[in-house]
């Protein structure tokens, strides 16, 4: 299972549209959107790709908070489980406990990757907004039995296309662990 990982769009559809179809493009499965959303019409627009998706508030999201029951929106920390895999779903890193397989987080607007011993991975796909530097980010999490493989996806703004940077995490527990 391939899953598109997202956040920090603001209020920057356009970029928001673009990596999203970018994930799509590119295989993805499943959409998670780590918050600070910034409009109604992203949400929207992620509920008419067709695919499932999930999205939490970020602290730049109050506006949308009475939302929740119309779109696949939660607050934070949100747990889910897809594909056998236990997710955590936050936009704040104040939750970064090893509680779940995957936690995935936003706020920081910098791409950052931990793969632990312990086998939980911890993801946050950077900015889609672009706003603490010239490029949009977003990642494409593919599950496999034995490891994450992991897409760093960067487009430069004014630019069109997308440059992919891979990363792969083992999922195995060493046998000392």
Request: proline share 3%.
């Amino acid at each position: 299972m391939k899953l598109g990982i997202l956040s920090d769009t603001h209020k920057k559809l356009g970029r928001a549209r673009r990596a999203i179809d970018m994930l799509v493009e590119n295989g993805a499965e499943f959409l998670i959107h780590a918050g600070d959303i910034g409009r109604e019409e992203t949400l929207a627009y992620m509920e008419s790709i067709g695919l499932a998706y999930v999205a939490v508030l970020g602290n730049n999201d109050e506006k949308l908070a009475h939302l929740e029951d119309r779109y696949a929106l939660f607050r934070e920390p949100h747990y889910f489980d897809i594909g056998g895999l236990r997710v955590k779903l936050m936009h704040h890193p104040w939750f970064l406990s090893p509680d779940a397989d995957l936690i995935v987080f936003g706020h920081t607007h910098k791409f950052s990757l931990e793969c632990r011993l312990s086998g939980e991975l911890f993801i946050n796909p950077g900015e889609v907004c672009a706003r603490n530097k010239p490029v949009s980010e977003a990642v494409l999490l593919e599950l496999r039995e034995d490891a994450w493989h992991i897409v760093h996806c960067e487009r430069r703004i004014k630019e069109s296309e997308w440059r992919y940077n891979r990363h792969i995490c083992s999922r195995k527990v060493p046998a000392d662990v």
